[in-house]
T-cell receptor, first 111, second 110 residues
Framework: SAVISQKPSRDICQRGTSLTIQCQVD?????MFWYRQQPGQSLTLIAT?????????ESGFVIDKFPISRPNLTFSTLTVSNMSPEDSSIYLC????????FGPGTRLLVL | SQQGEEDPQALSIQEGENATMNCSYK?????LQWYRQNSGRGLVHLIL?????REKHSGRLRVTLDTSKKSSSLLITASRAADTASYFC??????????FGKGITLSVRP
């Protein structure tokens, strides 16, 4: 298994601002992922965070909007930039061991 | 588009009854997983079944996989109020990326 923490757990932000979400895992992992879950919806993969290289984004998600850092094998950040109310979602990081384990999520509300 | 499609979308049962949830998918997979989510919190991994497996058990959970029909089922036996949650199936291919279904909302009445 994996112990994953995320900060902040929730936030309320004004439109036009940016928020950086942190994800910390208890031991080294190669693959980390960031997902978005819009209200009442399922999870959608935003990007794969690769250590030492650029993140790999899924269709519909771009680096300018969701820049990702992966400075080491236990940590990653996702920034939601220039936020609008449509960005209100739960953002979850996950790591791959024998399967994917998820963090507790960051609940974001954009006013 | 979503890979997995669960049915029913919502299920309400009495405590002690069994709950059966189904998931269908469209493309070939390496494995299929079921997750639980309580009240919009993080996902809890329940069980993984590989494409060469047909059935798997874990406690009160039983998962089946039929690759010819591209479908899976999750059975929760002797349900409890604490089983009330949203359940998602997720498929994984060679790249380890997960594609989630829309989810099933299970309500277990005390």
């Amino acid at each position: 298994s994996a112990v994953i923490s995320q900060k902040p757990s929730r936030d309320i932000c004004q439109r036009g601002t940016s928020l950086t979400i942190q994800c910390q895992v208890d031991s080294q992992v190669t693959m980390m992922f960031w997902y978005r879950q819009q209200p009442g919806q399922s999870l959608t993969l935003i990007a794969t965070a690769n250590q030492g290289s650029e993140a790999t984004y899924e269709s519909g998600f771009v680096i300018d909007k969701f820049p990702i850092s992966r400075p080491n094998l236990t940590f990653s950040t996702l920034t939601v930039s220039n936020m609008s109310p449509e960005d209100s979602s739960i953002y979850l990081c996950s790591v791959l061991r024998e399967t994917q384990y998820f963090g507790p999520g960051t609940r974001l509300l954009v006013l | 588009s979503q890979q997995g499609e669960e049915d029913p979308q919502a299920l309400s049962i009495q405590e002690g009854e069994n709950a059966t949830m189904n998931c269908s998918y469209k493309t070939s997979i390496n494995n299929l997983q079921w997750y639980r989510q309580n009240s919009g919190r993080g996902l809890v991994h329940l069980i993984l079944i590989r494409s060469n497996e047909r059935e798997k058990h874990s406690g009160r959970l039983r998962v089946t996989l039929d690759t010819s029909k591209k479908s899976s089922s999750l059975l929760i036996t002797a349900s409890r109020a604490a089983d009330t949650a949203s359940y998602f199936c997720a498929t994984s291919g060679a790249n380890s990326k997960l594609t989630f279904g829309k989810g099933i909302t299970l309500s277990v009445r005390p």
